[in-house]
């Protein structure tokens, strides 16, 4: 009897160990990670395969060294006398639209708008060996003192050329010759999804260089609330920050692209997406400035909204790519025209409208006197009205 109390010992005591065991070994298990449990082993495609012709290099080196020394750091500043000036034209200066992007941070990055002389900082693009500038307007705009300092730590004093609050562009100018400047590429061939290089001086860090894709063109973000606005903004996601406003969007050969203009946060600081002044409509603008000193734009005078589903139901029609008609200025092209709220722009000149970049495009490289021919839509009716442009 003891030989089997024994036996059934050995026995439960050899079955408690296994279970003890196996316990042990599932507890191991159980924190250890399995990245690759239950799936097929695979090898990744081709990954010593050198790229197509097609292929990008992310290695951005070439284009930041052709692009960096031809961004400039800017600083500006307003005087007490230009101050008092500026609150007889224009008591409160808070309704400045660059507020709406950092919010209620915008004083402590650009100084306090209408209390004392403000002060701000900003970049630049070297336009041409004799020394002028691209920047914004809203870098210069409230500045009567500008200062320039050059990738290689020289320091100059500039002058305001001209400015166009219209699309946000300035142009400033420094003595010498022989600067630096960058190729200007065709903006209009840029292509979604291309890599970007955004060049400037975010937050007095001079010299600083940011990649990311171009994410869209043609952009209208409301940013701009003067009367004649051009918005067709080239949105990436490179890095911007206070700071960057008139510096270089290039492509990967270091030629420019577009002028960082904004940003869109609640917190003053970069949030997701950047946004750049395409060179094709920045080219126009400056060079009017450099030779007229201002720009020379002509405009139909009308106030424009992207036709989409929503608005076309709301208007009764059966198609949703155009341009709505939302407002017509007193004493513009188009109201002498014969345009009205609510008509739909379909084409312009035989083109196709299909959306607010197309307009502004082909409006941009007219002059003011040119006769264009729109093709409306007015409730369901087609009508082709010519319009003479003016000066805006």
């Known amino acids: 009897m003891g030989q089997i109390k024994q036996f059934f010992t050995l026995i439960l005591a050899s079955v408690f160990g296994g279970l003890i065991t196996l316990g042990g070994l599932w507890y191991m298990g159980s924190n250890q990670l399995h990245p690759t449990q239950n799936f097929e082993a695979r090898n990744i495609n081709n990954i010593n395969v050198p790229a197509g012709a097609t292929g990008t290099s992310l290695d951005f080196r070439v284009a930041a060294q052709k692009s960096m020394p031809a961004v400039v750091h800017i600083s500006a500043s307003q005087s007490k006398d230009a101050l008092a000036e500026r609150r007889k034209k224009t008591p409160r200066d808070n309704d400045n639209p660059f507020s709406d992007l950092f919010g209620d941070n915008f004083d402590f990055f650009f100084g306090n708008p209408y209390g004392q002389p403000r002060k701000g900082t900003g970049s630049g693009v070297i336009y041409s060996e004799d020394g002028y ?49 960058l190729k200007i590429a065709d903006s209009d061939k840029v292509e979604v999804g291309e890599w970007a290089l955004a060049v400037g001086n975010p937050f007095d860090l001079n010299s600083t260089v940011t990649a990311g894709i171009i994410s869209a063109k043609g952009r209208n973000i409301g940013i701009i609330r003067e009367k004649y606005k051009i918005e067709e903004f080239i949105q990436t996601d490179a890095v911007v920050n206070p700071g960057n406003s008139g510096g270089a969007l290039v492509n990967v050969n270091g030629d420019l692209i577009g002028i960082n203009t904004a940003i869109i946060s609640r917190t003053g600081a970069y949030a997701g997406y950047s946004f750049a002044i395409p060179t094709n409509l920045m080219k126009k603008i400056v060079d009017d400035i450099i030779e007229f000193g201002s720009s020379q734009r002509a405009a139909i005078g009308i106030e424009i909204e992207d036709l989409n589903d929503d608005n076309a139901n709301e208007l009764g029609l059966n198609f949703n790519k155009g341009v709505i008609v939302r407002r017509v200025f007193d004493g513009g092209s188009g109201q002498y025209a014969g345009l009205l709220p609510n008509d739909v722009i379909i084409a312009v000149d035989g083109t196709k409208i299909k959306e607010g970049a197309d307009l502004l495009e082909i409006i941009r490289n007219k002059k003011a006197g040119d006769i264009i021919s729109l093709k409306i839509n007015r409730k369901g009716t087609i009508k082709e009205l010519p319009v003479t442009l003016k000066a805006i």
């Open 133 to 181: 500038i691209i920047t914004n307007n809203h870098v210069v705009d409230f500045a009567d003192e500008v200062e320039v300092t050059l990738y290689d730590d020289r320091i100059f004093k500039a002058k305001v050329i001209g400015k166009d609050p219209t699309t946000d562009l300035a142009v400033i100018k420094i003595e010498g010759f022989g600067f630096p400047t």
